[in-house]
């Protein structure tokens, strides 16, 4: 979607070129100039989108706790290391 933007902006801007009057080449300059930061923020929004982490696979903080208490145990020689993994 955000691409559209883009050709838009673009055409904006070749309609700002061939414009006679000045009205309406300040008005076509300032519609491509928002197309294209609707795009730059359309892109950004997109790349973030597919680079963010997945929240199901987060660790909750009382599964991150017992995890540091088998590593803590673990260093201390106290557990053998082949402990199954309670819960999920």
Do not use: N
């Not at 730059?40 to 909750?60: H, K, N, T």
């Amino acid at each position: 979607m955000h691409w559209l933007f883009l050709l838009i902006a673009i055409g904006a801007l070749i309609g700002a070129f061939v414009s006679g009057p000045t009205w309406l080449m300040v008005l076509c300059l300032l519609v491509s100039l928002v197309l294209f930061v609707a795009w730059a923020m359309g892109l950004y929004a997109a790349r973030i989108g597919d680079s963010s982490r997945d929240e199901s696979q987060m660790i909750d903080p009382v599964e991150l706790r017992r995890l540091r208490e088998i590593a803590e145990a673990r260093k201390a020689g106290l557990q053998s290391p082949a402990e199954p993994p309670h819960g999920s």
